[in-house]
């Protein structure tokens, strides 16, 4: 089985036969050569990873500490207390005018 081969899961997929579906052990097989040890295998999986969780985690951390500074201003905190308040109002309103 190669990689192009793997399909997005369906409601048919449950269905179908173990042939038809991607197994981890069948990917795996597909990027492994047979001869490679494993371990080498799952350290170069690792090396590649790893690096990426922690640059996506210290991005994520970045723009959440932006976003926090920037919700934490009085400004914008008002305007947002207003909208919301707005909002709930509407709703408030409209199941008023629904039991009528």
Same mark, same amino acid.
């Given at each position: 089985m190669s990689i192009r081969? /793997? +399909?997005a899961?369906?409601?048919s997929t449950a269905d179908s036969s173990p042939q038809d579906r991607a197994d981890?052990?069948?990917v795996a097989a597909t990027v492994r050569r047979p001869d490679e040890p494993r371990t080498l295998t799952i350290a170069e999986l690792a090396a590649i990873f790893l690096p990426s969780a922690v640059l996506w985690w +210290?991005?994520?951390s970045l723009? /959440?500490?932006v976003l926090g500074r920037t919700l934490? +201003?009085?400004r914008? +905190?008002?305007a947002f207390d207003r909208v919301t308040g707005t909002v709930?109002?509407?709703f408030g309103i409209a199941m008023v005018l629904e039991n009528r």
């Open positions: 081969s /793997i +399909r899961p369906t409601a981890l052990p069948d +210290r991005l994520f723009l /959440i500490s934490s +201003r009085k914008v +905190r008002k709930l109002m509407g």
